[in-house]
């Protein structure tokens, strides 16, 4: 595999917040800089995990800012510009930019269920809007939509600046034609923790994670001996991680990555409704999975 663009281990940060539900900008850079710290070599801010449909335009500008201000360039920063109107992403995406990021992710439009027509124009329209890297997002269990293979092929063919996919579909003949069909540099990353090493055996470059927030040095560890060609040992790591990936995701995400946060010793406030707090059941589940790998005692 070629050296990827942006890293192999990509995390998906949450947004921290206060105890009254305001931005906690300060948590945000001292959470760049831990990930960094673990393995994590670039970030993506306010995607999914961090919340983005509930960070208004205005907070998720002066949160880029501050992940910006903290890494100093040590790392790219990847900031989420995409929302399901594309007036609205292209013109946020201009503003975006203007701040100094290295790429932008925009996800498949959610709810008004475009065809796929109407999200080859969509990513277009923002990829001609920014001269940055735009990194697609395809996400169906969230959005209902699928980004077809063949769709996202004729983008990374006719916008330039269009130069990866980060895949969430789970759907490996999917994701095996887009890496069979890519032009040479485009990148295909895995959206989902469990999926990583097998999309890795495709010839996916890397993952945008969340479970990178609690175990990073180990999923650099198995992403570094795929790449490296120890396959044995990618996947003793991969197996050994596995319960963890699926317990983060036991309820809306990042519901169980912010408890886990909080039970390794690092808080970052809790979710915004209409997301809520992880219950008894749910936080007694994640402790008993995280003793068991030896993240807790």
Request: hydrophobic content about 45%.
């Amino acid at each position: 595999m070629s050296e990827p663009r942006f890293g192999r281990l990509l995390t998906a940060m949450v947004t921290p917040f206060t105890a009254d539900g305001e931005l906690d900008l300060g948590r945000a850079q001292e959470l760049a800089l831990r990930l960094l710290d673990q393995g994590t070599e670039a970030l993506v801010v306010c995607g999914t995990t961090g919340e983005s449909p509930t960070v208004f335009y205005d907070d998720k500008l002066r949160l880029f800012e501050a992940v910006i201000e903290a890494v100093g360039g040590k790392a790219p920063i990847i900031a989420n510009a995409g929302d399901n109107c594309t007036d609205d992403s292209v013109e946020f995406a201009k503003r975006v930019v203007k701040l100094g990021v290295d790429a932008v992710m925009a996800v498949v439009p959610y709810y008004n269920k475009p065809p796929q027509e109407g999200m080859y124009r969509h990513f277009g329209a923002i990829a001609s809007a920014v001269d940055v890297p735009v990194v697609l997002y395809n996400i169906p269990g969230r959005c209902v939509v699928n980004l077809e293979a063949a769709t996202t092929l004729r983008l990374a063919a006719d916008f330039e600046n269009i130069v990866a996919v980060k895949e969430a579909s789970s759907n490996l003949t999917q994701i095996a034609s887009i890496i069979d069909g890519a032009p040479v540099g485009f990148e295909v990353l895995s959206g989902n923790d469990e999926d990583t090493l097998p999309m890795m055996g495709l010839g996916a470059t890397g993952v945008i994670s969340v479970a990178s927030h609690i175990v990073g040095p180990q999923m650099a560890e198995m992403l570094n001996a795929q790449a490296s060609g120890d396959h044995t040992r990618a996947l003793k790591v991969h197996l050994e991680l596995m319960p963890l990936f699926k317990a983060l995701f036991m309820t809306a995400n990042p519901i169980m990555v912010k408890k886990a946060l909080e039970l390794v010793g690092f808080p970052v406030g809790e979710t915004r409704l209409p997301l809520i707090p992880a219950n008894e059941a749910q936080t007694a589940e994640l402790i008993r999975i995280m003793e068991h790998i030896g993240l807790i005692d």
